[in-house]
């Protein structure tokens, strides 16, 4: 038996949040479905302090319950641990599938936001969940006292590496270059704690220990010497892609894996459109994701509207 609405919404986060309460608003029939807990990636880490009406920041888990909120405030229903793994298009009607359950819908906004791209070194996988972590809000705490290796330059390296520097003794950063990507801002901080120590122009080897992690094997880019540091703990944030496999060829991808869209965020199938970092796109943020997710769900309520 299958479920109809007019409009599904794939990933509860920022953007397939905010395109709820437009659709809900606009009078469009819409179920949103979410993998695990709706929130998205900000119900993973702590605070956030660019996104504007908070002058003082806010905790990233207080604004998407707010978001949450108001999205169930307008009707919105979400359905949680509902993992989509096939879409489909057959005569402009999508069928939405996640495990046994059938959805089925006039159109699709998909927001499924990203995954951690791996290091693909020997030891990383065989130490999650062992000193191996793409989380640190997740994670950090049990590295208290210890001493850790976050991997990458980019905001979430820094930001995360700055929030784990409150609990570990020390924070090695290990990054490929020998500036960072990460706003100046975050880099200031970064640059002023005590905790924290730059390894630059190093990449990682291996992760190694026995039961636990126990050090890291590092490279430098150019010299190619080998050193090893010893840490408890190994954070990885090198980068991010999209897993829209279960998209198969209804849509555009990058060399990358990030999805084109044109300007009102439809994709090459009428009627199924993205938005947040799913997308191509050039800043990966919760204000762009918020934008988009408005977007795309006046693009699909436009769309609709014709349809019905
Ligand atoms: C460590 C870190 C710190 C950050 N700090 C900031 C910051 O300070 N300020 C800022 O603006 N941005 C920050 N960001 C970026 C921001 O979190 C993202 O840009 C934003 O969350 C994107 O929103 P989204 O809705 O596109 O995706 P997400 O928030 O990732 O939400 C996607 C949702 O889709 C769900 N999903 C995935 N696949 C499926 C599926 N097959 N079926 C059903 N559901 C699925 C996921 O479980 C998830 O809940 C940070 C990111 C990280 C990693």
Redesign the pocket.
Known sequence: MSEFHEAII?????????AGIYLMRAGIDAVL?????????????E?????PGFPEGIS?KELMHRMVEQARRFGLVMKEF????NVACENGRFTVR?GNEIFESLGVIV??????VKMGVPGEAEFVGRGVSY???CDGAFFKNLDVAIIGGG???I??GLSLANIVRKVYVIHRRDTLRAQKIIQDRAFKNERIEFLWNKVPVAVEGKEQVESLLIEDTKTRERSSIKVDGVFV?VG?RP?TD?LGDLVVRDEAGFVVTNEDLATKTAGLYI????RRKSL???????G??ALAAVSLEHYILEKR
């Open positions: 794939i990933g509860g986060g920022p953007a397939g949040l905010t479905v979410e993998k695990m807990v709706v929130g998205g990636t900000p119900m993973n880490y605070h956030v302090e660019n996104y990233s509902v993992e989509v793994d996640a927001s499924i936001g990203t995954v951690s989380c640190a809000i905001d979430a390296a930001q995360e944030y991010a897993n279960f938005a947040g970092d799913t990966r943020q919760i204000t762009t994701a918020v988009d997710g």
